[in-house]
Structure formats: C-alpha cells, structure tokens
C-alpha cells in the first residue's frame, strides 16, 4: 500500500499476469485431468486458502479444520438429500460451519501454540464422534449416497464438466473473499497482531477479537470448500470429519506456500494430482506424497509459490 | 492534581518479590524519573502500571480511576499510553504502516474485513505528521525491522503517542544511544511532555537531571526515595545504593 509507485506497478502487472495464468490453467484443467480431480482441486485449494487466513495470517496452527469443511458436507449432503437446490445447499452448509466455528473459536483463540492445535484437534474429533453417531443425518459408517443435484440455469449437474465449470464460479468468489479479507484493514491489523502482540495490545487492540473473527471467516470459507467437495462427488463418508483430512490441509498449504494467499491452491493441485498419478501407477502413496512433504519442508521452506515469489522479488 | 498513583503495589514470582510495597504519585504535566540499579524493579513496575503484569496486591490509579484489573488494551483506551525498553515494532510493516495500524485502532476500520486497505489512507496525514515530530519523516517506506536502533526507538515514541495519551510512560527512551541520539530524544520528550504527563525509567542520569521535575528511586523493588532530582539525590540512602557513585 505504501510501497514506492515504481515497484508497485512492477508488482501489480506481475499479479495480474499470474491471475491470467491461474485463470487460464483452471478454465482448461477439466480437459487435461479427470474433471471430478479438477473439482477436488478447487475444493481442496479453497480449503487450504482459508486454511491459511488462520495459519499463514493469524499464526494459529489448526490441526481441526475438518470440523468446518465436515460439518458443512454433512449439512450440504442432507439438505441436497431433501431436495434443496444446489446453491441453498451451499449456502446452508457454508452458514453450519460458520455457526459451529462460534462456540469452538470462542474457546479455541485464547490459547496459543500448540495449545490452540490441540484444543481444535479436539474438537474435530468431537464432531468426528458425532457424525459417527448420528446415523439419521449422517449414516454413521455408511454416509449418505447418490445424492440430487438439480440443475441451474441451464447447467446439467449430472455432468461432471458442467459442475466443475460452476465449481470455478464458486471457488473464484471463495478466492475474491479470501483475498479482500486479506487486503483490507481488517487483514493488515492482523498481521500485525501476528508479528507484535505485546505492540498491538499497547496501541489499543484486542488480540482475541481479531483471531476470533479470522476464525469466523476461515471457518465460513473451509464450509464452503467443504460443501463444494460434496457437490462433486454426490456423496459424503465420515472422511470428511476425519483427522487425516485436517492434515492433509496443512500439508497442502506447507506445500504451496503459507502467508501467500493462493500457494495453498498450488500445494492442493500437487497433493491430489500427486496421488492421482502414484495411485495410477501402483506406488505408495503415503510414503511418496509424505517424502515430498519432508523434502519440500527442510529444502523449499516456504512452499512452491513461496519460493517463487522470493526467487521473483531478488531477480528485480 | 495527581495523574497516575499507586498504593501498597506488590508483585510476587514465585516467591521472589519483585515490587515491594511501592507508593507512587505522579503529578499532571510533570516529568516524573524512575531510576534504580539494575534488577530494581523498574521495567515490572511499568508492567503493572501499564497492565501487562496484573499486582499481586495494591492498586494503580489513573487521575482516581483504578486501573490494576484492565487489560493493557483497556488501559491505553483510558489515556496511559507506554514505550518498551527493547524496541517493539512490527517488523514486517513499513515505517508509516505501523504508525497508521496504531492511530486506526480506535476506529472502526480495523474490525472492517470487507473494505480495500486503500481506505487505510484516512490516517496516513496524521500518520506523516507523527513521524515528524519524531524526525523519521525520511524513513516512511523502510520495512521496520531495517532500521537503525536509534530509528526504532524513535518509531516506539511515535507508536506511544498515537492513543493521544495523557499520561506516558517511556521505559529507557535513550537506551543504547550516542551522545547524539540522546540529545535528541531529550529534546523530543520535552517536546511530547507539553500538555502531558511523562513518566520515564532512565539509566542516563545526565537525561535525568535535564528532564525530569521530580525522581522516584527504586532499591530491590521497594522506593528508597521520592522528591526533586536536587533533593534526592543527596539523599545518604540513594547514595549508598549507587555504591558510592557519583551520583551527578
């Protein structure tokens, strides 16, 4: 915001070449990949995005995130299952999350560090437990299946490509959201809190107000990711709720870059396309994805899209 | 009228007690030292003062109104506003964007996640005309964490002075300074104690005899002596703690 005009412009046509690369990849990865593969990436990517508001932004470290993306699958399962509309569903999974975030934010955001992981790990697996339990929602072991998506505007759901092509509607207004959040006062107070508690609280602030409504708006944006994950596939199992899931997400972001607000959709592209390709050809999966994990943490610190971005910024 | 008190305020580490029984008025619009050989409990007396420590007993007022259970947040609402002794900035930022993050938080912006950061812009003239007075004016694009020592201390008086704080509590504002640098932060707390109070902890005793209108001494938490720099510092008690220093 305050940077020197020359640079700035260097930086803002940088941008906006890379959003017209991103842009042009997502509109043509349905034709290289399976489509339903395109879709998780989307899914999964908005996930990681919000993911790291909390991580990368406020410095929490959520080792629940699945609580969110779960609740709202689960929601956008039941409510497609009773004949809602695609976007009601959508709507009413993305308001679960954020209802559920309220009560687990209040009490999560006073801790710190590992405190803080341990506390919403706890409460995923609470609502694990739940979702296990309360077979007429959410059919226990055996999910729910073969779930109604009406069509829109034209738009036939059954086709795989025409759900992507409205996925990338959704997942691009997910990623606007994120990046106004990010881009605002709200966002920059944030970061401050981040680096300087002490400072922030002796110019006035309340910490726990602004971890409390990052929370809010991770959790909101991961139900949104969540319920878009269920739109794809048509089905919902207790892997939504699971703690693997919460781990896979940070992985993803780890992977991509965290603190660069869209490293993370990269880090989820790699992770599923990863395993597509390992799956495909027999190899394990778990062990290859976890060494390109470990190899990206001690070699490429900050991420694929990190690196990159600081490789950029010491070429100018 | 007395700005800023405290009564019988202890606090205790484990059974190590760090302030003892300390009694402190500061009167309005004075500038009030506190010095005391290492490990005398200044820097925790500004912590309780300021609510980052909460006493173990006693009381802080500012002008009559208690103080001791508030959040430091609270606090700096309240008009007692305080620089850290080891220069607290936000690294990341740049000059001009720390000091407009401290002036908005009274707003209503900073809760605002839906506006551009460009609407940020509303505090930058005041946040120019601070760095002014501060003489960083130059500085405005530097990324915090690049400045000189000298330069952050002189961003923690700014920051402190963004709250439009009645009463200010400055902790070692010459800290690791030449000669140079010290001449110019006493000319800029004179400057920022006009229509202020200034509390200041100081090591400095040249900072002191120039600056301040009356001393507190502190001894292993407990005050030895309180009253006129002239006074006090004749004073056999203040003298001996100093180990026979000179106390100039």
């Known amino acids: 915001m305050t940077a020197l005009p020359v640079t700035r412009d260097r930086a803002r046509r940088g941008a906006a070449l890379v959003v017209a690369a991103a842009a042009l990849i997502l509109l043509i990865l349905p034709h290289v990949v399976y489509p339903v593969l395109a879709l998780d990436i989307l899914a999964f990517g908005l996930f990681a995005v919000a993911f790291d508001l909390m991580f990368g932004f406020a410095g929490l470290l959520s080792f629940g995130h699945a609580a969110f993306w779960g609740t709202s699958a689960y929601t956008t399962a039941w409510l497609l299952g009773h004949g809602q509309s695609v976007p009601v569903a959508l709507l009413g999974g993305t308001l679960t999350a954020l209802v559920v975030a309220v009560p687990v934010g209040f009490l999560s955001v006073r801790s710190i560090g590992i405190y803080f992981s341990m506390i919403t790990l706890a409460f995923a697996q609470m609502l694990s437990f739940l979702a296990l339990q309360w077979t007429d929602v959410t059919g226990g072991e055996n999910g729910l299946q073969g779930l109604a998506r009406p069509g829109l505007l034209g738009l036939d759901f059954t086709n795989s490509m025409h759900r992507y092509y409205f996925a990338l509607v959704v997942f691009a207004l997910g990623c606007c959201a994120a990046y106004r959040v990010v881009r605002s006062p709200f966002g920059k107070t944030l970061v401050a809190v981040r680096d300087n508690e002490t400072r922030a609280r002796s110019v006035g602030y309340s910490p726990t107000r602004f971890k409390l409504t990052a929370f809010l708006i991770s959790a909101a944006l991961s139900g949104l990711a969540g319920s878009l994950f269920v739109f794809g596939h048509g089905v919902v199992s207790l892997e939504v709720v699971n703690w693997r899931t919460s781990g896979e997400v940070v992985m993803m972001t780890l992977l991509g870059g965290t603190g660069t607000l869209f490293g993370p959709v990269a880090g989820a592209a790699i992770v599923l396309l990863l395993r597509d390709v390992l799956t495909t050809a027999s190899l394990p999966v778990g062990v290859v994805t976890g060494l390109v994990f470990v190899l990206a943490v001690l070699f490429f610190r900050r991420g694929v899209v990190g690196t990159l971005q600081g490789f950029l910024k010491a070429r100018r | 009228m007395?700005?800023?008190?405290?009564?019988?305020?202890?606090?205790?580490?484990?059974?190590?007690?760090?302030?003892?029984?300390?009694?402190?008025?500061?009167?309005?619009?004075?500038?009030?030292?506190?010095?005391?050989?290492?490990?005398?409990?200044?820097?925790?007396?500004?912590?309780?003062?300021?609510?980052?420590?909460?006493?173990?007993?006693?009381?802080?007022?500012?002008?009559?109104?208690?103080?001791?259970?508030?959040?430091?947040?609270?606090?700096?609402?309240?008009?007692?506003?305080?620089?850290?002794?080891?220069?607290?900035?936000?690294?990341?930022?740049?000059?001009?964007?720390?000091?407009?993050?401290?002036?908005?938080?009274r707003s209503a912006l900073p809760g605002a996640?839906?506006?551009?950061?460009?609407?940020?812009?509303?505090?930058?003239?005041?946040?120019?005309?601070?760095?002014?007075?501060?003489?960083?004016?130059?500085?405005?694009?530097?990324?915090?964490?690049?400045?000189?020592?000298?330069?952050?201390?002189?961003?923690?008086?700014?920051?402190?002075?963004?709250?439009?704080?009645?009463?200010?509590?400055?902790?070692?504002?010459?800290?690791?300074?030449?000669?140079?640098?010290?001449?110019?932060?006493?000319?800029?707390?004179?400057?920022?104690?006009?229509?202020?109070?200034?509390?200041?902890?100081?090591?400095?005793?040249?900072?002191?005899?120039?600056?301040?209108?009356?001393?507190?001494?502190?001894?292993?938490?407990?005050?030895?002596?309180?009253g006129r720099y002239d006074d006090v510092r004749r004073d056999p008690r203040v003298v001996e703690a100093y180990l026979g220093e000179e106390v100039a």
């Open chain 2, 113 to 226: 996640f839906w506006r551009s950061e460009r609407s940020m812009r509303t505090f930058e003239p005041r946040a120019r005309a601070l760095l002014e007075e501060v003489h960083l004016s130059n500085l405005a694009h530097r990324a915090a964490a690049d400045l000189s020592h000298g330069e952050k201390r002189q961003l923690e008086i700014a920051l402190s002075l963004t709250q439009e704080p009645r009463v200010l509590l400055l902790d070692e504002p010459t800290s690791g300074m030449g000669s140079e640098g010290v001449a110019r932060v006493i000319r800029l707390v004179r400057e920022v104690a006009r229509g202020r109070t200034v509390v200041l902890v100081e090591h400095n005793m040249s900072v002191v005899s120039e600056l301040a209108d009356r001393i507190t001494v502190l001894q292993y938490g407990s005050v030895l002596a309180t």
């Open chain 2, 2 to 105: 007395i700005a800023l008190s405290a009564r019988g305020l202890c606090k205790d580490f484990r059974g190590f007690r760090a302030t003892n029984l300390v009694d402190l008025d500061v009167e309005e619009g004075e500038i009030h030292a506190i010095i005391g050989p290492n490990g005398a409990g200044k820097t925790t007396l500004f912590n309780l003062l300021s609510g980052f420590l909460k006493p173990t007993s006693g009381e802080v007022r500012l002008y009559d109104e208690p103080i001791s259970q508030l959040a430091p947040e609270a606090i700096v609402r309240r008009g007692l506003s305080r620089s850290f002794q080891i220069s607290s900035v936000f690294p990341t930022l740049s000059v001009l964007d720390n000091v407009i993050v401290a002036l908005q938080s």
